[in-house]
């Protein structure tokens, strides 16, 4: 019911900038929080930031200071500015929504994107 897309992964160098941008799709009531995980290949899939309906932030203490989460509520999009990446920020991101759909017996569900691949080169 909700659609999630993620776009803007790449390889970067280090140091260098990329901005992650998710849109949520689909038959949508309302979206609550959303935010950013991310999963390196054999590691547990990890909070990177999230972002309440409101505009509250909330970020992994590996990423302060360097990413930004913002959101487009019109635009049913969530955005992860990341600078001054390091190599040990590589690793599928993933976009996350609690949202809810109409019709039916919809229910508030976290939803997930397939995943962006961010590489950090060093």
């Known amino acids: 019911q909700v659609h999630l897309v993620e776009s803007g992964g790449g390889l970067v160098q280090a140091g260098g900038s990329l901005r992650l941008s998710c849109a949520a799709s689909?038959?949508?009531?309302?979206?609550?929080?959303m935010g950013w995980y991310r999963q390196a290949p054999g590691k547990q899939r990890d909070l990177v930031a999230t972002?309440?309906?409101?505009?509250?932030?909330n970020y992994a203490d590996s990423v302060k200071g360097r990413f930004t989460i913002s959101r487009d509520n019109a635009k049913n999009t969530v955005y992860l500015q990341m600078n001054s990446l390091k190599p040990e920020d590589t690793a599928v991101y993933h976009c996350?929504?609690?949202?809810?759909?109409?019709?039916?017996?919809?229910?508030?569900?976290?939803?997930w994107g397939q995943g962006t691949q961010v590489t950090v080169s060093s």
């Open positions: 972002i309440t309906s409101g505009g509250s932030t």
């Open positions: 689909g038959n949508i009531a309302s979206i609550d929080h």
């Open positions: 996350n929504a609690y949202a809810i759909s109409y019709g039916g017996s919809s229910r508030w569900n976290d939803y």
